[in-house]
């Protein structure tokens, strides 16, 4: 019965307890026996334990009886991290309801207003709550004020919880199944990044019922979010329609889909499809998160669950499509904004290649083309969401595949007359037309290291900088920055200045032409692939000196002298060399004519200078652990 349902996602900044928060529901609700239980259970990579974040959303299914009457929660933990920001929309797209969770000793923090506004745009419920009130920081009364200002709800609606020592959290879990609408009792519109309809200005409720109304007196068929108002029997008439919101593979189930039904219902045995992957398929198994699998006869409308496709291929299957015989109108593809090359080191190219498919298979995001480096030979090169993104993903590889790899510098996607390049080695050398990515950045600072921040004003070039107080304590930064500025050390740089008080987030902006040139790096007269970088104007000498002097401290000496060049604009704009090793090839003569020893340094000076020649023909061999090295 759907209107048993309660389906909801927890939101918040890095750090505010999320996963914590998931324990302690899991631990209510009996979902894992406390034997079993262990810290941040949802978080199933080692990575996320590690690092202490939630870098992949985690469903789970949980069971609950509030006066006699037995409820199935879903609960999905997402990302706080902006680069995840599509695992976050994905979750969004699949609920009705959100805890907004703010993190008592922190406040407000950048992302927390971020995810805020995307669950408000959805139309989900939500419910504020402040977590950490266990050590009673003095700010904690004007941290619930600030939460029930954004929310726009009354104080004494902001839970007080402790994840840690589980202060408030039974409370909490009642009041998700009191104030969450059941699939069956919502008219949400269309979630923003996988439908399209216009949504309802309402951000807690449905609209009135002259809507729904309207829509079916057009003669169309009613909307997925739609059809969650019509009682389950009358959806038999209606295609059964479920969105993928996240994927894994098995070696035995093949590729398995994470699904919410949005209308109908689906069996083990039967056969669907993908709507635009446009391949069909017989579903092998389905089942619900325990958060282990679990497998049931059926799925049906408002539920969440997974799907057994028996597919191999991990191109076939894409987040956000629909399982069904009709589209979710709208559907889009995460855009990556970062690139990056990868090149194999301790593994030969397929061993790379099926290690990349395997992790597209969970982390849709990643956009993965074959490339090809002159001196490292075949590659990929992958498109990321940021430059966190790239990070996990270069540990993923070694953790969960023993892969080691050799990375070109991140990069962005440039414009030039309208054409996207993403791949900085094929720019032109003359940049006078060249338009950059940039972003809408919003900062929340204590207001005592706001000197502090303009000062990075310069280095990053921020621009069009507004500021907006928060509290008496607390300032909102606004500017617009260079996506490139953004995945260099701009975040380091920023927790550096403010003592590690202030967060940020970030949209994508348009793009906006810029003074930059093209810089490569030769050696011995050849230009080095992989070393090429675009550097604003004004700092690219800067660059060019530092480039040139870290490759002459990590380039092995050779038998003849190496000219390392930056170039840029058509002109050496820096230079060093590398000398050759040196032998003493007179060693062994004493005293006598010099005349012998003049020939014997001119024969050597001779060879020095044709292995030089042949070296160049043959193009100079950079070692992998100096591009390691360099681009660390």
Known sequence: MTENIRNFVIIAHVDAGKSTLADRFLEITGTV??????????????????????????????????????????LIDTPGHPDFSYEVSRALAAVEGAILLVDATQGIQAQTLANFYAAKKQGLRIIGAVNKVDLNPPQLQSVIKETADLIGCALEEIFKVSAKTGEGVKALLETIIKFVPAPSEVFRNTPPVFLTEPRSARSSGSPPLDSRAAESDRGRTPSSAALRDIPHETQAAYLSKALIFDSFYDDHKGIIASVRVFSGEFRAGEETKLTAGREKFKIKELGFFTPQLKITEKLQSGEIGYVATGLKDPDKLKIGDTIGNEALAGYNEPKPVVFVSFYPDNCEYDELKKSLQRLKLNDSALKIEPDFNEVLGRGFKIGFLGKLHFEITVERLEREFGIKTINSFPS??????????????????????????????????????????????????????????????????????????????????????????ASFSYELGEYQRAELEKMEILVAGFKVPGLTRVVPKNKIEHEARKTVDKLKEVLPRQQFNQAIQAKAGGRIIARENVPALKKDVTGYLYGGDRTRKMKLWKKQKKG?????????????????????????
């Open 608 to 632: 020095k200078k044709k292995l030089a020649t042949l070296a160049g023909q043959s193009r100079i061999q950079i070692p992998s652990e100096v591009f390691k090295k360099m681009l660390k």
């Open 412 to 501: 962005v996607a440039y414009k030039i007359k309208e054409k996207i390049i993403e791949n900085v080695e094929g720019l032109p050398d003359d940049l006078s037309e060249i338009q950059e990515p940039m972003v809408n950045l919003e900062i929340i600072s204590p207001v005592k290291y706001l000197g502090d921040i303009f000062q990075l004003k310069e280095i990053f070039r921020m621009e069009d900088i507004k500021t907006e107080n928060l509290s008496a304590e607390r300032i909102l930064i606004k500017a617009k920055m260079p996506l490139v500025e953004l995945i260099s050390d701009f975040d380091d740089r920023l927790k550096s200045v403010s003592e590690g008080f």
């Open 33 to 74: 026996e406390k034997r079993q239980m262990k810290a941040q259970f949802l978080d199933q990579l080692e990575l996320e334990r590690e690092r202490g974040i939630t870098i992949k959303m985690a469903p789970v299914r949980m069971s609950y009886t509030l006066n006699a009457k037995p409820y199935t929660l879903n």
